[in-house]
């Protein structure tokens, strides 16, 4: 057995049996239910809260509003200091909670609730003119949020051809089939919370950090979750309700929210608009690129959408600039979703290349093959591996792109149109600190345990298959231990770095631990031998990002604009897989969810009401299976050196990145008609 082979999950048979426990089946003693109430006004304050009608019914327990919430410490970001104070922010903040004996009772009990708000003016609607936008201050994978070299303006003003265009994607939310849920239980001042989130060690340091009480008396267990997508990266604002209404109440507290409340009490996507530049030469190179990026956060916490970052890393130029601009909107703070500033960016970015390469009479393919990069076009490092151009080179063989002819609406059959069209992907190749304890028992036995959480993702096997390789044992005498805050620093699964970064633990545990045992002649001591090891972020002098490529063949009904995608095939460079099934898996995720995005995927603001018009699956659409079919994702395995400890680079993010440009691209193809805002429906097709 050796990472790498694709074996099915270890929690497999335990998840499609029921077996499998999720955050709100654990069994607790005497639970009470909780149900959040979220504000009905998108900017103001709450200036009387009325929890009678609430408390007339026997099965409610406790109301908590502002007034009479526990205190929290200064720790954690403003979202989480729920009902710390009488203003709202957003439409659908917490402002009450109520905590009953049964869930129905809860949400009753909510429902009775008054409240009363003074009503300031709200700004909603996302505005390049706005006068107050913001110079972001956070970084992105170490990366500032702006870059420049050269003279973009002058290069731009000497180019035979320029392509100078805006690209918006709409605020897009998670949807994981689990919505967020917790349990929390306190002893004394220990808390213990069953949780669905992306890391339970970070969790802990997030609880402790908003109770102010150290994260080793905070205990977090994150055994199964059902999807994560970046909505679960922090501890949500009904995580921290529920644990302090288990404070109050003195019993264990149960909230799981409802798809509703998904979209205002677990972050989204940032909206975002791209004004892309590209400046080139007759012979197809590019001599200026300048992405400026708009995206919103909420006025009281500061998340960047990094909209621009990929364009750091995929053309050559002389004159490259990419800058990131902030509006603050009375709406939900956004969050990470899934290939943050990545999969908006490659949108904006691979449409315009397409629109390039139209402007030059160029085929798409030959336009990014002659603008390879040797180095990191912003930063000049040397590449950790690449594989771009192999990438483009082996799409388009496998697709057959070679034959296409490029005039767009020539090829109708009845009443649909046919079209082709390619994008390129990439996403960073992080690895984080994590440690892990690898611990050899007498009878031949090993255990490893590491602050790892499996989103579905098959993360759990993937290391476990690294243990039985890096121990040399029998695969059956190894048990990986994952999910659980107690098992050392850990960072999240988010940024596709998880198993890259557990992983790099795992092996260097176990490795270290195979070394002790050898010093010991073989024997294991009768008290067993534990060991542990760590990962630490590699130093900065790599450009270390998986890469891909998306060719892709639509259908377009010439009548309704009804797009379908009949193919999408991408190949993707991403070091060595560690479990071959489980990454296929992730890439086709991504892939499904960059058609999603493409075709589906949008939240609309109302712009009175500040408020997320449709907030459930019945309106807010998602791919399904009738949407998705031809879709193929191969890997090159490439092992490149210097990337991460385990030796791969994530897969979980790279599938979504330039799926939409492509799709895109080949409706462009298909029907002549440029869709530069996402989703692609009906009205912007016809
Ligand atoms: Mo991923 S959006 O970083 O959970």
Known sequence: ???????????????????????????????????????????????????????????VVAVLDHTNAPRLGQGGIADQHVLQSPDVAYRGQIVAGVVATTPE??????????????????KVVLDPSDPSLEEPTAAFGGHPGSDAKGDVDAALAAADVVVDRVYTTPTEHHNPMETVATI???????????????????????????????????????????????????????????TMAARVTGRPCKLMLTRQQMFTMSPGRSATRSRIRLGARHD?????????????????????????????????????????????????????????????????????????????????????LANEPAVEPAGGLPFAGRHLVECL????????????????????HGRWLFGTGLAASTYPALQRAATATARAEPDGGFHVWVGAVDLGTGA??????????????????????????????????????????????????????????????????????????????????RSRHSYGAHFCAVRVDADTGQVRVDRLLGVFAHGRPLNARTAHSQLLGGMVMGVSMALHEQTVVDP????????????????????????????LERADDDVTLAGGKGVGELGIVGAAAAIANAVHHATGVRVRDLPITLERVR
Request: proline share 7%.
């Open 608 to 635: 009175r009401l500040g408020m997320f018009v449709n907030h459930d699956l019945a309106q807010y659409h998602v791919a399904t299976n009738a949407d998705i079919r031809g879709l193929e994702a191969h890997s």
């Open 284 to 368: 197809g190179t590019l001599t200026a690129v300048d992405h400026d990026a708009l995206q919103y956060s909420s006025v009281i916490h500061e998340y960047v959408e990094h909209t621009g970052a990929a364009t750091r890393t995929m053309y050559a130029t002389d004159n490259l600039r990419i800058t990131h601009r902030l509006a603050r909107l009375n709406l939900p703070t956004p969050r990470v979703m899934r290939a943050p500033g990545h999969a908006p960016g490659m949108f904006a970015l691979e449409s315009a290349m397409d629109e390039l390469a139209y402007a030059l009479d160029l085929d798409p393919l030959a336009l990014r």
């Open 393 to 412: 080179t082996v799409g388009a063989e496998r697709f057959g792109w070679a034959t296409r002819d490029p005039t767009p609406g020539m090829r109708r």
């Open 460 to 541: 759990r096997t993937a290391l476990w298959q690294l243990a039985v390789e890096a121990l040399d044992a029998p695969p059956s005498r190894v048990s990986i231990h994952i999910g659980h805050s107690s098992h050392g620093q850990a960072p999240l699964a988010g940024g596709s770095s998880g198993t890259a970064s557990w992983g790099g633990a795992v092996r260097a545990a176990c490795t270290a631990l195979r070394e002790r045992l050898a010093e010991h002649g073989g024997v294991v001591p009768a008290d067993g031998l534990a060991v542990t090891g760590s990962t630490e972020p590699p130093p900065p002098d």
């Open 184 to 242: 929390a239980q306190w002893s004394g001042d220990r808390l213990l919370v069953y949780d669905s989130n992306q890391g339970p060690w970070t969790a802990a340091v997030a609880f402790g950090a908003l109770w102010d009480i150290p994260p080793e008396r905070v205990e977090v267990v994150t055994e199964h979750v059902g999807g994560g997508f970046g909505a679960k990266v922090r501890p949500t604002p009904g995580a921290v309700l529920a």
């Open 1 to 59: 057995m050796s990472a790498g082979t694709g074996l099915s999950r270890l929690e497999g048979r335990d998840k499609v049996t029921g077996a499998a426990l999720y955050a709100y089946e654990y069994p607790v003693e005497d639970p009470l239910y909780v149900w959040p109430v979220g504000a009905t006004v998108a900017n103001g304050s709450v200036v009387e809260v009325d929890p009678a009608a609430a408390l007339a019914d026997p099965e």
């Open 105 to 122: 009772a809860a949400r009753e009990g909510a429902e009775q609730m008054l409240v009363r708000y003074v009503e300031r003016p709200a």
